[in-house]
């Protein structure tokens, strides 16, 4: 392939939806592109605003929070996956809404709550609170939201 042919494919691969450099060098890899033309490709399509790490950082982030309901910390490893640099990452954390947050955790704790069984209501709420924790939303904002709540009607 020339690099003009790899510059096209790249370019409608990022009009699509938003992609990390991190997603357009596995793509180009696996089209087995070479490491150097991969360099120059990702160069252009940043060049160009088709790839802009903040841009996708800050929509991982919406997306993760309002459509897959996951914390905090779910989304930070997400995007240290995606090599984000660290100050992007922070600041597209920043952007989370916290009503919309503390929302999202009470749908996930009132939902996880209602079909978790437990011999007692303390392992109930341990069962639901390892659940919750799982998807990333922080131990303490769980603890708070069942401590404070006595069962699914007080949601």
């Known amino acids: 392939m020339t690099e003009p042919e790899i510059k096209t494919i790249a370019e409608r691969y990022c009009s699509g939806a938003e992609h990390c450099c991190t997603e357009v060098r596995a793509m180009l890899e696996r089209r087995n592109v ?15 605003g088709y790839i802009d790490e903040a841009r996708y950082a800050r929509a991982l982030v919406h ?15 997400a995007l240290w996956q995606k090599r984000i640099p660290k100050d992007v990452a922070t600041d597209a954390l920043q952007t989370i809404d916290e009503d919309e947050y503390m ?3 009470r749908d996930v704790v009132k939902s ?10 303390y392992e109930r709420k341990m ?20 401590d404070f709540n006595d069962g699914p009607d007080s949601f």
């Open 127 to 146: 069962k639901t609170m390892k659940t919750v924790c799982g998807r990333g939303f922080e131990p303490a904002l769980v603890s708070k939201m069942l």
């Open 103 to 105: 929302t999202s955790l």
């Open 34 to 48: 070479e490491s150097a033309d991969i360099d120059r490709v990702i160069n252009h399509l940043v060049k160009e």
């Open 112 to 121: 996880r709550y209602r079909v978790t069984k437990g011999a007692t209501e």
């Open 63 to 77: 997306d993760k929070v309002r459509f897959a309901k996951w914390g905090r910390k779910k989304i930070a490893q």
